[in-house]
């Protein structure tokens, strides 16, 4: 069975930063194209940031210039730099294929940004 772990997530206020880091045993991100996707209460989950397995990056307007997202193949973990957060960054987020998700999600990491 797929599995996606997802950590880093925590409670943060305006203006911090954070980083989120997914690991999987058996998806190897490195010829895949990973994205970072979130959900906040009572929205659709959106994606926010791909990467292609080129290392090509693409990000959603709303966090453009303020989130990145890069890769580290030997510990096969993709990570999501967030910077300058804002209270509506709030959500759980969640990595997988992008820009289809093509596996099972994983539990996610809350991310909470206080005003």
């Known amino acids: 069975q797929v599995q996606l772990v997802e950590s880093g997530g925590g409670l943060v206020q305006a203006g911090g930063s954070l980083r989120l880091s997914c690991a999987s045993s058996s998806i190897i991100f490195s010829i895949n194209s990973m994205g970072w996707y979130r959900q906040a209460p009572g929205k659709q989950r959106e994606l926010v940031a791909t990467l292609t397995s080129t290392r090509t990056t693409n990000y959603a307007d709303s966090v453009k210039g303020r989130f990145a997202i890069s890769r580290d193949n030997a510990k096969n973990t993709v990570y999501l730099q967030m910077n300058s957060l804002k209270p509506e960054d709030t959500a759980v987020y969640y990595c997988?294929?992008?820009?289809?998700?093509?596996?099972?999600w994983g539990q996610g990491t809350q991310v909470t940004v206080s005003s």
């Open positions: 997988n294929t992008a820009p289809r998700s093509l596996y099972g």
